[in-house]
Each structure stands twice: as structure tokens, then as C-alpha cells.
């Protein structure tokens, strides 16, 4: 187990300037269980930083899992897999795909670790990590043992687990199972896979998503962000009906409990917003979903834009975007509202 003080810019794909006091990287399940007798009064918890911007000094401890491993079991119906929370989510994807196991491809691309990957119940195109996530290990703080949580334990929601409400906090993601079917079927309900039709390959799948996300998306490497800023809306059916009898072409996706989901990126980009600019944050001209890192953006700069750019669609559509990503101010994570 590593401790040090370093600058944060590395650590968040959103490159903000900003400083920790205690850095601790995890590489084993021994550190983890060395850290839980000593556990920092206040820790956030760092999953690959691909969704996570610190707006200011972090005060508290920033701990780092950075467990590794894939193994791989089989049975008649199934692959299953044990992964470590510290391998990364994309190469974990195309690992699979090089090796004949079949169902991640659609969450091609998708940045951030492993361990990341249930908080968020992350998911793209139709896939949620939900769909074939088999199981996750967490390290209880209080009990300091390893529990394996089934599917229905994790409480999966869109965007959310049990991990970002009543476990928050209490201990830490070691490893994910996830099983995926031997009988796979292409899933190719969105738009920009349904042309590859059903015959279509999972690699050809994979191979769209990334063009996809490619043509739409800048990469952190090049233009700093954390990919999608805001969650999709989810409205009941009169919300919806109502706007569908104003804005005839707004994408939706009906929910299975008779919701309608609304493409957030559609709402901001009918804002005309693509583009705007506060400070060194901006809009992403391609991509309304995406704010960037443009020009040295502040913590400041990327509040106020994040502010403006609900403000805009409240004022448009009667909509609360929520954000997707997670703010941390000097004393630990913060609501977009709390930043004064």
C-alpha cells in the first residue's frame, strides 16, 4: 500500500488542477484489509477517475483500488468471470471479444475501472452492466471480511446501486463476476446498430459502438472530460406526451414500467448550447451530452456551465437535468446544488 501527496489532474479524466494530502493506492486485498484497521476519518473512493471531477483541494484521504485479475470459468450455458475492481473496463472488453466471450460489446469504450463499473450501474446502447453482472465483491469495512453480493443484493437502477446510497462508504469493491451467455443474441435496438441487422457479428457490434462513440465523443487523452455529464431523464407517460405533442422528433425510449426515457443530449442541444463556453469549461460541439475541459477550466468554470446548462433546459422543456458524474469539494463529494 502506497501513501502520498500528489496533484489530482492525473486521477480525473476531466484534468482539473487540484491537489490531495493523502493519496493511497490499493494493489491487493491485503492493502485493503491493512487500510480497513486504519481507516481515514474522511476517504473518497476513486474508481478509475473517468467519472469524477474534484472541484477543488480534496482535505480528505483518496483511496485508489488497484486490484488485477481475470479468470475465467465455464459451464455448459455460461462463461464466467472474476475481475478484478482495478483492471480497466475497455481493455476488459476487448479481452472477451479476442477470446470468443460475447455480451460486452456494447459497453465498448466506456472509461473507468472495473470496480467503477456496478457503482454507476454503467451502460450504452440497450446493455446494462446489471444484464450481466453476476456478482460483486465488497470489502465490509465493519465486518473486515470480503462479502459476494448477488444481483438483487446490489440493488442495480439506472445509473445507480445500492454502492451510492446505503453502502456508501462502509467498505470497498474487490472483484466483479459477470456471466455471459454461450447462446448470444446481437443487441441492436438503438439507432446506429439497428443497420447491421440481425445477423450481425459481435464483433461488428463492437466495431460500430466504437465508431460511434468515436464520431461523438472526444477522447480524455485529447480534450479532457468525463463523457456523459448528465443522466438521460426519466419522465412518466403524460410528461411525455406532453412534450412529444410540442417537440415532434424529441427521441424517447419507453421503460418497462411504463416511464419514458429522453435522450439529455437532444435537450441540451435543442438549447442550442453546443459550444457554449465559462471560463476554460465548455459544451462539446459535437456532443451536447459532453462538457470539457477546454482552456484550463477551473472547478468554478465547470459548476457554473453545469448550472447554466440545467437552467436552460428547465427553462425550455420544465426538466431537472441531474448530473451524472460526482463533485468533490475540499471536504468530500458534493451536490451540483450544494456549490454556492
Known sequence: MQTLTQSLKTLSTFAIESFGENVIHLQSLADV????????????????????????????????PELKGIEVTTTAEHFHLHVGSGENWHQLVEHCLVQGMYGLENLALIPGNCGAAPIQNIGAYGVELSDVCDYVDWYDFDKAEVVRMSVDACQFGYRNSIFKGALKGKGIITAIG???????????????????????????????????????????AQTPNTGSFFKNPVVDNNTYQRLQAQ?????????????????????IDQCQLKGHQIGGAAVHVKQALVLINKDNAKGRDIIEL??????????????QLQPEVRFIGQQGEMTLEQFV
Open 33 to 64: 484489509q491493512a487500510l480497513a484497521t486504519n481507516l481515514p476519518e474522511s476517504f473518497y473512493i476513486l474508481g478509475g477517475g473517468s467519472n469524477t471531477i474534484f472541484v477543488e483541494d480534496y482535505a480528505g484521504a483518496l483511496i485508489c
Open 247 to 267: 417537440f415532434k422528433d424529441i427521441p424517447a425510449y419507453p421503460q418497462a414500467d411504463g416511464s419514458v426515457k429522453i435522450a439529455a443530449g437532444w435537450l
Open 306 to 319: 453545469a448550472k447554466y446548462v440545467q437552467q436552460m433546459v428547465v427553462n425550455k422543456f420544465a426538466i
Open 178 to 220: 459477470l456471466k455471459l451467455s454461450k447462446a448470444w443474441q446481437a443487441k441492436i435496438a438503438y439507432a446506429g446498430l439497428k443497420e447491421l441487422g440481425s445477423e450481425a457479428t459481435a464483433h461488428q457490434v463492437f466495431d460500430a459502438v466504437v465508431r460511434i462513440r468515436q464520431s461523438k465523443l472526444p477522447d480524455p
